[in-house]
């Protein structure tokens, strides 16, 4: 079996214009060991809300879906009334046809004399096209739909494990977070729509996804009151996938287990958990050498950074104002040595590792040092307190929050 999976972080977006909707998708072909198997698979996600799903009906009433037909059919998927109607129902139906189709497979349907073609893209439910979506298949569409919902709708790229053959088992370091699982069945009435959190949740959060603030998200989570977490509530795939995901929730026997990393495309602030104060360039400096401070939260951008991965468990972190990446003072530091910003060179005191220290917050860490993390001097809680380098003590300001700017955190 070959591995299918979107590459790198293509745009999956769907546009609309001129006479169709579309969306694209690249597939890459992947291999462990040699031997050929289904690694799981990258996908973007942008789905604002689903449109159409509301909590007295599901896909399935009112909307001209109808899950006993072919969505090539009239009856399957109507052309007059329903989701086609209107834009965000268009929008959705791009992500129920994305979600149940192949790639190569598309669906064109014509509203008051504009056709709109829907493409196919992960295809856990190929049947669907031109016959009856069944229980089985039903689970495993809205597993999808609702792994792809983004509150901010924003595409974000995300890694997928399910039991589904078209997307499968296994982990890329490229997404090293486990966010959580979603699972229901969104064609019912009322709909089914549930997520739980994965053990990384409010790590490497982006905008519109889980462990931020959202607002208008269709799921909930069931296990609340339990703490949340899927691994507590949830059936894990046998060995050797029993890391990569789930694959039953609540007596849902179709998953989708998400997975992701920071977004390069977004703003982060990172704060000290001890003064909830966030790193900031002195006096907002574009120059090279210029000091790393504490300042109190404000919307300047000399306090915004861009994280990308340049290596497994690496990063850089690059001044929104400046354009400069966070560095150490000179050669690989001492106890004391300043936090400046400098042009990035790929040097190994400028890529950073992230160690989650519980609750959100994270150890950083210069050039793979394990033994040192970024501190803020003395504890000092005045604005323009300094940033240094100092052997890992555990204390609180050495932990550090890392959330996209605009954004809350939530808890479990």
Same mark, same amino acid.
């Given at each position: 079996?070959?591995?299918?999976?979107?590459?790198?972080?293509?745009?999956?977006?769907?546009?609309?214009?001129?006479?169709?909707?579309?969306?694209?998708?690249?597939?890459?072909?992947?291999?462990? @060991?040699?031997?050929? %198997? +289904? $690694? #799981? *698979? /990258? &996908?973007? =996600?942008?789905?604002?809300?689903?449109? !159409?799903?509301?909590?007295? @009906?599901?896909?399935? %009433? +009112? $909307? #001209? *879906? /109808? &899950?006993? =037909?072919?969505?090539?059919?009239?009856? !399957?998927?109507?052309?007059?009334?329903?989701?086609?109607?209107?834009? #965000?129902?268009?929008?959705?139906?791009?992500?129920?046809?994305?979600?149940?189709?192949?790639?190569?497979?598309?669906?064109?349907?014509?509203?008051?004399?504009?056709?709109?073609?829907?493409?196919?893209?992960?295809?856990?439910?190929?049947?669907?096209?031109?016959?009856?979506?069944?229980?089985?298949?039903?689970?495993?569409?809205?597993?999808?739909?609702?792994?792809?919902?983004?509150?901010?709708?924003?595409?974000?790229?995300?890694?997928?494990?399910?039991?589904?053959?078209?997307?499968?088992?296994?982990?890329?370091?490229?997404?090293?977070?486990?966010?959580?699982?979603?699972?229901?069945?969104?064609?019912?009435?009322?709909?089914?729509?549930?997520?739980?959190?994965?053990?990384?949740?409010?790590?490497?959060?982006?905008?519109?996804?889980?462990?931020?603030?959202?607002?208008?998200?269709?799921?909930?989570?069931?296990?609340?009151?339990?703490?949340?977490?899927?691994?507590?509530?949830?059936?894990?795939?046998?060995?050797?996938?029993?890391?990569?995901?789930?694959?039953?929730?609540?007596?849902?026997?179709?998953?989708?287990?998400?997975?992701?990393?920071?977004?390069?495309?977004?703003?982060?602030?990172?704060?000290?958990?001890?003064?909830?104060?966030?790193?900031?360039?002195?006096?907002?400096?574009?120059?090279?050498?210029?000091?790393?401070?504490?300042?109190?939260?404000?919307?300047?951008?000399?306090?915004?950074?861009?994280?990308?991965?340049?290596?497994?468990?690496?990063?850089?972190?690059?001044?929104?104002?400046?354009?400069?990446?966070?560095?150490?003072?000179?050669?690989?530091?001492?106890?004391?040595?300043?936090?400046?910003?400098?042009?990035?060179?790929?040097?190994?005191?400028?890529?950073?590792?992230?160690?989650?220290?519980?609750?959100?917050?994270?150890?950083?860490?210069?050039?793979?040092?394990?033994?040192?993390?970024?501190?803020?001097?003395?504890?000092?809680?005045?604005?323009?307190?300094?940033?240094?380098?100092?052997?890992?003590?555990?204390?609180?300001?050495?932990?550090?929050?890392?959330?996209?700017?605009?954004?809350?955190?939530?808890?479990?």
């Amino acid at each position: 079996m070959s591995a299918v999976a979107c590459s790198g972080w293509l745009g999956c977006a769907s546009e609309e214009g001129g006479a169709t909707v579309h969306e694209t998708e690249a597939a890459a072909v992947g291999s462990t @060991n040699g031997l050929a %198997a +289904i $690694n #799981g *698979l /990258a &996908a973007i =996600n942008g789905l604002a809300a689903i449109n !159409g799903l509301a909590a007295i @009906n599901g896909l399935a %009433a +009112i $909307n #001209g *879906l /109808a &899950a006993i =037909n072919g969505l090539a059919s009239s009856d !399957g998927l109507s052309e007059t009334t329903g989701l086609i109607t209107t834009a #965000g129902g268009r929008d959705t139906i791009s992500y129920l046809v994305r979600c149940a189709l192949p790639a190569g497979h598309t669906v064109t349907k014509t509203y008051e004399g504009t056709a709109y073609t829907f493409a196919g893209s992960i295809g856990v439910a190929p049947q669907w096209e031109t016959g009856a979506c069944g229980l089985d298949c039903q689970e495993s569409i809205s597993a999808c739909v609702l792994a792809h919902v983004n509150t901010s709708g924003r595409h974000i790229a995300l890694w997928l494990d399910s039991d589904a053959a078209s997307i499968g088992w296994g982990r890329s370091a490229d997404y090293p977070y486990q966010e959580g699982a979603f699972f229901g069945n969104i064609f019912t009435s009322p709909a089914q729509a549930y997520y739980c959190n994965g053990k990384d949740f409010d790590l490497g959060t982006v905008p519109g996804r889980l462990g931020v603030s959202t607002s208008g998200s269709p799921y909930m989570n069931p296990f609340a009151s339990t703490g949340g977490y899927c691994q507590a509530n949830c059936t894990a795939p046998p060995v050797p996938y029993q890391n990569d995901g789930y694959q039953s929730c609540k007596g849902f026997k179709h998953v989708i287990t998400v997975w992701r990393n920071f977004d390069p495309e977004i703003a982060y602030k990172v704060c000290n958990r001890d003064t909830s104060k966030c790193l900031d360039v002195q006096n907002g400096s574009t120059a090279s050498g210029a000091q790393i401070v504490q300042n109190s939260a404000s919307s300047a951008t000399s306090q915004q950074w861009r994280i990308t991965q340049m290596a497994p468990g690496k990063y850089k972190l690059v001044n929104v104002n400046s354009g400069k990446a966070l560095d150490i003072n000179g050669a690989m530091p001492a106890n004391g040595t300043w936090v400046v910003q400098n042009t990035y060179t790929g040097v190994s005191k400028q890529l950073w590792a992230f160690t989650p220290t519980g609750d959100g917050f994270y150890r950083f860490s210069p050039g793979g040092n394990s033994s040192e993390s970024l501190n803020l001097k003395n504890g000092n809680t005045a604005d323009g307190a300094s940033i240094e380098i100092w052997a890992w003590g555990g204390w609180n300001s050495q932990n550090w929050s890392v959330l996209p700017v605009g954004t809350v955190a939530t808890s479990k």
